[in-house]
């Protein structure tokens, strides 16, 4: 059995497709790592973490306007995922390699974001724990961001109250999976709309995130 705190089908009122704010038929060109690369490295590296918990926490960071051009972002991820412990050299590369992707698609103004959830888009379970994963670790990322939430403007405070309660959502077993599994893509959309919604009031741009030129 399944135990959660929050349901699927508490948000279906508040979530309908006209209000995604998102374009399907606009595609990202930016390169993230394979998934199963990502698993790979991780359990390679004995790091106690899930690519969908490292994506999540990467892309609060970011969108807490954590400068990434100085490697800053580095030993706050090692004090979170390893006790201050460095990662290996290949490890890194891998989460800076999904930390640029990330940043990209934030700032390319087409609303436009990958989740790294699970590989298997038939496993419904692990799908949705993947998300609960990601958006919990999305919200320690603002934190380590060092962002003001409680004077945050009111679409941001909605946006995190959002995302605070999707991060204890779960899927019942015993309803209809096949509606379950559509409430669960219009979640996930609306999990980006809120992330945006972060982002465009706390988030760094490529553009802002280079240190000027001393002539």
Not at 13 to 25: F, G, K, Q, V, W
Not at 29 to 53: C, D, G, I, M, W
Not at 126 to 152: C, M, P, R, Y
Request: hydrophobic content about 40%; some cysteine.
């Amino acid at each position: 059995m399944f135990s959660y705190t929050f349901s699927l089908s508490a948000l279906s009122d508040r979530i309908s497709p006209t209000n995604l704010h998102y374009s399907e038929s606009l595609m990202s060109e930016v390169n993230y790592p394979a998934f199963p690369q990502l698993v790979n490295e991780l359990k390679t590296a004995q790091l106690a973490v899930s690519p969908a918990e490292l994506h999540g926490l990467l892309t609060g960071m970011i969108s807490g306007g954590l400068a990434i051009n100085d490697n800053s972002w580095q030993p706050l991820l090692f004090d979170y995922t390893n006790d201050g412990l460095g990662w290996p050299i290949s490890t890194v590369g891998v989460a800076e390699s999904l930390l640029k992707a990330t940043l990209s698609e934030l700032a390319n103004d087409q609303f436009e974001l990958t989740l790294m959830l699970s590989e298997s888009d038939s496993d419904l379970f692990a799908t949705a724990d993947g998300l609960s994963e990601w958006v919990n670790h999305f919200i320690s990322g603002l934190g380590l961001a060092n962002q003001s939430i409680n004077k945050a403007p009111v679409d941001v405070k909605e946006a995190l109250g959002d995302l605070e309660e999707i991060s204890k959502l779960g899927i019942d077993e015993e309803d209809d999976l096949e509606e379950q599994a559509d409430l669960l893509e219009q979640v996930i959309e609306h999990v980006k709309a809120c992330v945006f919604t972060v982002h465009a009031e706390y988030g760094v741009r490529p553009s802002e995130d280079k240190k000027p030129t001393i002539h």
